[in-house]
């Protein structure tokens, strides 16, 4: 069977980078380097079974300050990808032994990740089939067919096998059917099957042990899910009805091959604070399992098959994008098998004031619009004037130089020094509108930024 190795994942680096540059401002370097690493995972699907197989992914360090983007690039790579991605902080990792999760659960992760994405996939596919079947099943409960009368003596013929019958049920049902397309039935109730998964919620944890085998009790319980009768509207059953038959039609098989087939080729796995487990051993204390870690992780980045309770998963051409600091540790401290596995490494740039005007205003996701979004919900009108947000990056940059360097983090607690006041006050401002320029910004912070120590708590 031909895996899912289309549209998706057919993107070239010049559109992977124009998709990125969306979100991301600046960090050409290391849009790139991602851009052509998931490029090449196409390009080695297109290639003859044979060379295939040997043509490993080149995995990718990104080096740089904190809050500069490097989480976000790889977010927003897998988001376009339709790839299987995960995050994980190998500084959570502990050696084989020892208290915290071990290794291998982050192939597990990936692959639950995986089976969410195809079985999406797969509902969005079935969904006008489902919906088809979902209509008959509601005709059939609005309009049950009789059961035939077992045939007592002396009786008359059943009528349902009377050809004008069926013809006059026939007709009522196509009669039905065009109300309920229009929208006529919508205020009946039906009475409807549904899985009683509403019932509250059950946290279930389970104990230690139990996840590295993979098995998880919450779908142990899971399977136990009884059904039970509920009256809803007919819209209601209509969707209710639609999921249950999309359910139905899913091969819930056919989904995990695909999910592990989709992890082994195209799965990402994002490596952060990989600095933070960088260094050989030597040292005493706490710090002596960081090159068992490494040395745990190694199986995984060179290609091994780890088991899973969907099956087994190779993990050879998994990509695997590292991210770091590297302030105290450099990359030339992780042992040289890891080194060898990470022959990319980018470094992201630091953030200034003119990166900061940029990020304030041309992501789609621009934090101006959030916040302008966020109040219009209480009716107040939100803009910024442009001497604002020079004003703003300027100010982000300034502190950044002189307290901590956080990066476009910055923005963030700026932002809300600035609007406290409208955020806590907005309800009772409905109407009205906010013009925010240059005076009000330095008005509303310069008293906060005046006090240096008040300014270390606040901004
Ligand atoms: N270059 C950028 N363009 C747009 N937004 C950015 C940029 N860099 C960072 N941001 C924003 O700043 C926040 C932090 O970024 P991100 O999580 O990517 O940091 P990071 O580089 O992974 O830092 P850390 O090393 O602390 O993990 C996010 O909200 C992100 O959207
Ligand atoms: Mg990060």
Request: with cysteine.
């Amino acid at each position: 069977m031909e895996i899912n190795n289309g549209e998706q994942f057919n993107l070239t680096p010049r559109s992977i980078v124009d998709e990125l540059d969306r979100y991301i401002i600046g960090q050409k370097k290391a849009k790139r380097a991602c851009a052509i690493a998931l490029r090449n995972r196409w390009r080695r699907q297109q290639v003859e079974p044979e060379l295939r197989d040997e043509i490993l992914p080149k995995n990718i360090i990104m080096i740089g300050p904190t809050g500069v983007g490097k989480t976000e690039i790889a977010r927003r790579l897998s988001r376009l990808a339709g790839a299987p991605f995960i995050k994980v902080e190998a500084s959570k990792f502990t050696e084989v032994g020892y208290v915290g999760r071990d290794v291998d659960s982050m192939i597990r992760d990936l692959v639950e990740m995986g089976i969410g994405i195809v079985k999406e996939e797969e509902s969005t596919r079935v969904q006008e089939k489902a919906r088809i079947s979902a209509e008959e099943k509601l005709l059939d409960i609005l309009f049950p067919t009789p059961v035939p009368a077992p045939a007592t003596p002396g009786t008359l013929p059943d009528a349902s096998n009377d050809p004008d019958a069926l013809e006059r049920r026939k007709t009522t049902r196509e009669k039905l059917r065009k109300m309920l397309k229009s929208g006529a039935l919508d205020d009946r109730t039906v009475e409807i099957e549904t899985s009683d998964n509403n019932q509250p919620f059950v946290e279930i944890f389970s104990p230690q042990g139990m996840e590295e085998m993979g098995i998880n009790l919450k779908d142990m319980f899971g399977g136990m899910s009884k059904t039970k009768k509920r009256k809803v509207t007919v819209p209601e059953a209509l969707e209710i009805l639609t999921s249950q038959e999309a359910g139905k039609l899913i091969d819930m098989d056919r989904v995990t091959k695909d999910a592990i087939n989709r992890v082994e080729n195209h799965g990402i796995v994002f490596l952060d604070e990989i600095d933070k487990i960088a260094g050989r051993e030597s040292a005493r204390g706490p710090d002596v399992s960081r090159e068992g870690v490494q040395r745990d992780l190694l199986p995984i980045i060179e290609g091994s098959t780890v088991m899973t309770k969907h099956g087994s998963v190779r993990t050879d051409h998994i990509l695997f994008i590292a991210a770091g600091a590297f302030h105290v540790a450099k990359p030339s401290d992780l042992i040289p098998e890891i080194q060898g596995r990470f022959p990319i490494r980018v470094e992201l740039d630091n953030l200034g004031e003119n990166e900061f005007y940029r990020i304030l205003t041309e992501p789609q996701n621009a934090l101006l619009r959030q916040y302008s979004a966020l109040l219009s919900t209480e009716g107040v009108i939100l803009e910024f004037d442009d001497s604002a947000v020079r004003k703003i990056a300027s100010i982000a940059a300034d502190l950044n130089r002189t307290h901590e360097n956080i990066g476009a983090r910055r923005l963030h607690t700026v932002m809300e020094a600035l609007l406290d006041e409208l955020s806590f006050t907005a309800p009772e401002r409905s109407g009205e509108r906010f013009i925010i320029d240059e005076a009000h910004v330095v008005n509303t912070l310069k008293p906060i930024l005046e006090k240096e120590d008040l300014s270390r708590y606040i901004l």
